[in-house]
């Protein structure tokens, strides 16, 4: 077990000296933008009136620090999501990230939902336009990266529509433990990044 804990630790430390290369102004930047992650969500849960959602688009501040930063990929994608646990209520933000898609209990159609936004380390200072939208009772929000959708036989269009038809399976038993399946259902044996996040409103 502590062989394990130590080969996690080694892994992580790894990481973040294989991805990160900046001076100290740069490292102070990173260490409060992650650290602001968790105070962020303490606040809001605390006090959801506690501010305004644009004030709290994490992607303003990633995308100069991206900036600064000497990396051979130059750019990156973000995806952002403010939602109010009462009304169900939310702002989505993107930085050149794939769009989300919403289930509408009503009607048992998929919705893409669409924010504008630039590439994190292209612009510094750029702006971020918000969708808003509304998760209603039985409602769910999914948001996932490219690695799920686009292969290179294969358009990202075609991959949205192969993920929304293995999650309409999971429609009439609920969501529930479902994003890791559908992750390896779709994206089983793909050597790209595999991120997805399911909000189901009951």
Request: glycine share 10%; aromatic share 6%; net charge negative.
């Amino acid at each position: 077990m502590r062989k394990a804990l130590h080969r996690v630790r080694t892994g992580v430390r790894k990481a973040g000296v294989d991805y990160f290369r900046g001076e100290g102004s740069d490292r102070l930047a990173l260490t409060l933008l992650l650290l602001a992650v968790p105070a962020i969500a303490c606040g809001t849960i605390a006090t959801p009136d506690w501010c305004a959602p644009s004030a709290l688009v994490l992607p303003i501040v990633a995308g100069g620090l991206l900036l600064r930063q000497d990396w051979e990929e130059g750019f990156a994608t973000s995806v952002h999501l403010v939602l109010d646990l009462d009304s169900g209520d939310f702002e989505l933000f993107s930085a050149g990230h794939l769009p989300a898609l919403q289930l509408s209990a009503g009607t048992g159609k998929w919705e893409e939902k669409s924010a504008d936004g630039p590439l994190l380390g292209v612009y510094d200072g750029a702006q971020f336009d918000p969708t808003k939208g509304t998760l209603r009772p039985g409602d769910v929000l999914m948001l996932f990266t490219d690695g799920l959708v686009e292969t290179a036989d294969r358009d990202i269009s075609e991959g949205i529509d192969h993920l929304t038809g293995e999650a309409d399976r999971y429609v009439a038993s609920g969501f529930h433990g479902a994003a890791w399946h559908l992750i390896e259902t779709v994206a089983k044996d793909v050597n790209d990044d595999r991120a997805l996040l399911l909000i189901c409103r009951q």
